[in-house]
């Protein structure tokens, strides 16, 4: 049976962090573990719904919170980005935080702390992308209509393998943004893929999002494919 609990962590100024462990008691023995980084709106229910599709497959998995503890929006708010912005301007902090939640994840009981990976959406995408850029111990990751601009630091060594999920259409992520990463990964020595989808714009997993006006919509031919091709690559890290 799949359950949800809640994960605070009470780490500096800025904290606590709240996250939540969406794991299946039945399970016999620890399982890998999966970080799923949310959109810029921050933790909410369709991370959690996404999350236990994911378990389903046999893992346990962290919704992780880098903001900190009540801070979240909505497309409605004046200013939804307001929590992204400040993490974006300190790229080393986010580095510190997805870092973080990722020794939250290892410390689950529920998890093989020897096999985890990275699934993240839009600034999620981000996310997952700065963990491996800093040379994290993790299996993998997957990025979902991300965000692909560097950090203005060196990379580490990238020992994770990656696959992109990418929405050519995707006005925040455009084509030459795709291609400069596909440069860096490369010259990071990253084992990586990107899968393009035409006809895509940003937010494709997004059942929520309906601004095709500016490039946010959802395809479930994307969302589709993506899953799938994440069912894979997952499979193929630990199976």
């Given at each position: 049976m799949t359950i949800t609990r809640r994960i605070t962590l009470h780490d500096g100024p800025d904290g606590p962090f709240e996250s939540m462990a969406v794991v299946d008691t039945a399970a016999a023995g620890p399982q890998p573990g999966i970080l799923l980084f949310p959109?810029?709106?921050?933790?909410?229910?369709a991370d959690f719904a996404y999350a236990e599709k994911v378990a389903a497959l046999g893992y346990a998995v962290l919704v992780a919170d880098v903001y900190g503890q009540g801070k979240r929006t909505t497309r409605a708010d004046a200013n939804p980005a307001l929590y992204m912005n400040a993490l974006n301007a300190d790229r080393a902090l986010l580095r510190n935080r997805v870092n973080a939640a990722h020794d939250v994840l290892k410390g689950l009981a529920e998890v093989d702390a020897a096999r985890t990976a990275a699934i993240g959406f839009c600034f999620g995408g981000k996310c997952i992308l700065d963990l491996a850029r800093?040379?994290?111990?993790i299996a993998g990751g997957v990025s979902f209509h991300g965000v692909y601009d560097a950090p203005p630091f060196a990379n580490a060594t990238i020992s994770?393998?990656?696959?992109?999920?990418h929405g050519w259409d995707d006005p925040i992520a455009p084509p030459e943004s795709m291609v400069a990463l596909a440069h860096e990964l490369t010259a990071a020595g990253c084992d990586w893929q990107i899968h393009a989808y035409?006809?895509?714009g940003h937010a494709f997993t997004d059942e929520s999002a309906n601004?095709?006006?500016k490039g946010l919509a959802y395809s479930p031919d994307a969302d589709r494919r993506s899953f799938r091709a994440t069912v894979d690559f997952l499979g193929d890290l630990f199976g």
């Open positions: 959109n810029v709106l921050g933790t909410k229910e800093s040379g994290a111990d994770a393998r990656l696959l992109i999920c035409g006809r895509t601004m095709p006006e």
